[in-house]
T-cell receptor, first 115, second 114 residues
């Protein structure tokens, strides 16, 4: 079954409202990455979190990694129409040797922003 | 900056045919990952290579095989195609020595099996 759960599946907001998507893993993650995929496009790397309790900000985006390294969140402040797309979290469950391992993606949250 | 190149971008095949998807990673990237993304789904990991050796294997059917060549490009070979193989196939590359392990995704190959 899905090892990395992400909610909500869909989020519709008015431009200017905030948006949050949550990611939860059944196992401890080595790290977690966030990607954005526009309709018809490919996943684009946003950020990676590695440390327990880590918080990173990119302009209006705030990313958090839980203390137990099992959950993460992405919060967008004051959404804009350019924020539309699907946001995926992706965890590295096994990171051994010199190859850092596959990504296990969450189901993604589809964000639509109404102007 | 150079990105991951995938070819072809679109491919239409009949059931039971074979298909070969190609991936050219970013220069100096030594790790290649293949993912399959069905409609409305998240990318599912298929297989990865590091320094031309298979490094990890996911939910890849036995009908599929892949390899990484000396120039680090990779090919995904798919035989006895089924309707359910219709999907977007992404290749991603990374530098095995990078602590960030950011995976750069290619534009994908859209495979349609009729």
């Amino acid at each position: 079954g899905q090892q990395v759960m992400q909610i909500p599946q869909y989020q519709h907001v008015q431009e200017g409202e905030d948006f949050t998507t949550y990611c939860n893993s059944s196992t401890t993650l080595s790290n977690i990455q966030w990607y954005k995929q526009r309709p018809g496009g490919h996943p684009v790397f946003l950020i990676q979190l590695v440390k327990s309790g880590e918080v990173k900000k990119q302009k209006r985006l705030t990313f958090q990694f839980g203390e137990a390294k099992k959950n993460s969140s992405l919060h967008i402040t004051a959404t804009q129409t350019t924020d539309v797309g699907t946001y995926f979290c992706a965890g590295t469950l096994n990171a051994g040797g010199t190859s850092y391992g596959k990504l296990t993606f969450g189901q993604g949250t589809i964000l639509t922003v109404h102007p | 900056a150079a990105g991951v190149i995938q070819s072809p971008r679109h491919l239409i095949k009949e059931k039971r045919e074979t298909a070969t998807l190609k991936c050219y990673p970013i220069p100096r990237h030594d790790t290649v990952y293949w993912y399959q993304q069905g409609p409305g789904q998240d990318p599912q990991f298929l297989i990865s290579f590091y320094e031309k050796m298979q490094s990890d294997k996911g939910s890849i059917p036995d009908r599929f095989s892949a390899q990484q060549f000396s120039d680090y490009h990779s090919e995904l070979n798919m035989s006895s195609l089924e309707l359910g193989d219709s999907a977007l196939y992404f290749c991603a590359s990374s530098s095995g020595t990078s602590s960030a392990n950011e995976q750069f995704f290619g534009p994908g190959t859209r495979l349609t099996v009729l």
